[in-house]
């Protein structure tokens, strides 16, 4: 079988891969691969912005913590919450060194907004909402000036490769065809979110939670994959029948839109005093309420107080999508619903990203280090990939080379033509259902009936594609989000139970 050896091996190049690989020394050699193209991940899609203080005011440093803590209702682990906020500005300067050009006002200073759950304004942005886009366009061209760094698109990784609790590396589908093994002193996970086990998501089409498959079939530790975070407000098309739900970013009620419910009643203040900018977990409960009592399945964003001129100006991506739906920000309502959009919980790690597998890392939306406790802080996991993936850096660059051998073992299964897409479907609606917004103990033991089967079924038709192994990722990663989520019998952050 082909084999690259190489220093390092990161799984994943969105921004918890590419900003990991940019603070590696340049001696050592570094492989990132992709499933697809290189510009289909979360990291590109994400909008609002990124928070963080830049002054080391420490007034303002506790109120980021703080506000970080409230918002995950103190499930957080304190130690890394305090990393996050502490190490912010020193890896947000790093970006700006790496040309990632914030938006400023016309004296040049950097312009500052505000989502839920914050109590001042800490979020950096670029184009008014194109935060995601831009911060990955300024670093992939940085990527590609660095020798030392090669990137493989259209790589799928499959397993990884391991012996005693080591980690070697990761075997791949190169095109979907050719098997390769990447054989690594370090390996990294970056894959990214879960968001396709869902019938409906803010996600891009990678988000089929792989790195959490492979790191489960690994024994590796994981934690909190109950707490999935549903955004308040995606983009409600009643005619679409795409997974896919475009994002309305929340910075939009940071600049002061309301939520009315299909009455035209304001009813946040019947939820929290922070009204529309109450955490997450708040705001998208009360959504469900809300729709639950007045028998519809969306609410509205108004935003007719806020003026075209501005929100064209403000949110120019969102103004132009609504544009294609027909609607006018500032002049129409936008018909949103909750739908899922996070995965707080992940593959385990240290305040250095080592999972409980040696020479292994995780980092960014695959990986739990618990910052976000039991819902996470808007704008705060472009800052956690970029932290985080700084001090993984820093203890790899810290190691000592050493040789390895190792010869790993792709399963060749029989090559059945079966289609994994009604799995993948009736997974969806399985999991919008019962594994929701709100739980119960009847609803997650049934959801956890009809998941079985589908892993029966995949035990009984393997094959060597790319399709066999996000469905069998996702099966098994539904089953472990059933299962922790039954496991939490009280309702806390973003794991609602009413029995
Ligand atoms: C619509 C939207 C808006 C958002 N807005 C914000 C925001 O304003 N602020 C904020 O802080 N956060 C925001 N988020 C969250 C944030 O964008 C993500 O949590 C973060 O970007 C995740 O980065 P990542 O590098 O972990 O994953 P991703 O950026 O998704 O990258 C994952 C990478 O893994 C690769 N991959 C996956 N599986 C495999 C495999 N088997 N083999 C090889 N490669 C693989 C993919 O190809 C991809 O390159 C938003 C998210 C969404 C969806």
């Not at 299964?413 to 119960?440: A, Q, W």
């Amino acid at each position: 079988m082909k084999q690259i050896k190489t220093d390092v091996i990161i799984i994943g190049a969105g921004l918890a891969g590419i900003y990991t690989a940019l603070n590696i020394d340049s001696q050592k050699r570094v492989d990132i691969i992709v499933k697809e193209s290189l510009i289909v991940t979360n990291s590109n899609l994400a909008q609002g912005g990124i928070a963080g203080e830049l002054d080391f005011i420490q007034e303002n440093i506790d109120a980021h913590i703080d506000d970080t803590l409230k918002a995950g209702s103190f499930l957080n682990n304190k130690e890394a919450v305090k990393v996050l906020v502490t190490e912010a500005s020193e890896n947000i300067n790093k970006l700006m060194n790496f040309k990632v050009d914030f938006d400023r006002d016309e004296y040049g200073e950097i312009l500052l907004t505000k989502e839920g759950g914050h109590s001042t304004r800490r979020i950096l942005h670029i184009g008014g909402d194109s935060t995601g886009k831009d911060i990955m366009k300024a670093l992939k061209k940085e990527c590609f000036t660095r020798e030392n760094i090669h990137i493989h698109e259209n790589m799928m990784a499959l397993e990884l490769l391991h012996r005693d609790n080591s980690c070697f590396g990761v075997s791949c589908l190169n095109n979907g065809t050719e098997t390769i093994e990447f054989i690594a002193q370090n390996t990294i996970l970056a894959t990214g979110g879960i968001g396709n086990i869902y019938g409906s998501t803010t996600n891009s089409a990678i988000a089929t939670s792989d790195g959490i498959g492979m790191a489960y079939r690994a024994n590796i530790k994981l934690e909190g994959l109950e707490f999935i975070q549903f955004h308040p407000t995606a983009f409600h098309n009643e005619f679409s029948k795409s997974r896919f739900k475009f994002l309305i970013s929340e910075a939009i009620r940071g600049e002061g839109a309301y939520l009315l419910n299909s009455e035209g009643e304001r009813f946040m203040k019947k939820y929290s005093p922070l009204l529309e900018l109450a955490p997450r977990d708040t705001v998208s409960q009360a959504i469900y309420r809300e729709m639950y009592d007045t028998w519809t399945d969306h609410v509205y964003l108004d935003t007719r107080h806020l003026g075209e001129k501005y929100l064209k100006n403000r949110f120019p991506t969102i103004y132009n999508h609504l544009k294609t739906e027909n609607i006018v920000m500032g002049k129409d309502l936008i018909p949103v619903s909750p739908v899922q959009h996070f995965n707080i919980g992940g593959i385990k790690v240290d305040l250095n990203g080592q999972t409980s597998m040696n020479s292994l890392y995780a980092n960014g939306e695959c990986a739990s280090n618990g910052v976000h406790g039991a819902n996470r802080l808007a704008s705060n996991s472009l800052l956690e990939c970029i932290v985080f993936g700084n001090r993984i850096a820093n203890d790899i660059n810290n190691k000592k080379s050493h040789k390895i051998d190792f010869e790993g073992h792709i399963e060749q299964y029989h090559s059945y033509k079966y289609n994994y897409k009604p799995i993948k479907k009736k997974l969806g609606t399985t999991m919008d259902e019962y594994v929701g917004i709100v739980r119960t103990k009847e609803g997650l033991l049934f959801a956890k009936k009809i998941v079985l089967k589908m892993k029966k079924n995949l035990n009984k038709y393997p094959n060597n594609s790319k399709a066999y192994y996000e469905a069998l990722n996702m099966v098994q990663t539904a089953l472990i989000i059933i299962d922790s989520a039954l496991n939490r019998k009280e309702s806390i952050g973003c794991h609602y139970r009413i029995n």
